[in-house]
Nanobody
């Protein structure tokens, strides 16, 4: 089984910054993409950022220029540096790994349990 554990959430004032981390454990053969999603109060889960195996990145328009995603392949860890935070960034943030557990296994999505980020105005 693959387990993802997030850390780094918390309460911050508008304009502040936070750094989220997500570490994977378990049997992982290969990781395709690592990413972050979020779900605000009364909203559906939405895409935030993704980093591919080759380092290519994608961001939601709402966070582009403020958030930076990075990965440490050796540690199976992904980070999300969040700067210039706004109250509308308040949400539970979930990390996502698309990976496979063996050479002949299919790529599957795994999710963390979520970490709360609250931005006060």
């Amino acid at each position: 089984q693959v387990q993802l554990v997030e850390s780094g959430g918390g309460l911050v004032q508008a304009g502040g910054c936070l750094r989220l981390s997500c570490a994977a454990s378990g049997s992982i053969f290969s990781i395709n993409t690592m990413g972050w999603y979020r779900q605000g109060p009364g909203k559906q889960r939405e895409f935030v950022a993704r980093i591919n195996y080759d380092g290519g990145t994608n961001y939601a328009v709402s966070v582009q220029g403020r958030f930076t995603i990075s990965r440490d392949n050796a540690k199976n860890t992904v980070h999300l540096q969040m700067n210039s935070l706004k109250p509308e960034d308040t949400a539970v943030y979930y990390c996502n790994f698309n990976c496979k557990r063996g050479m002949w296994s299919p790529y599957e999505d795994y999710w963390g349990q979520g970490t709360q980020v609250t931005v006060s105005s």
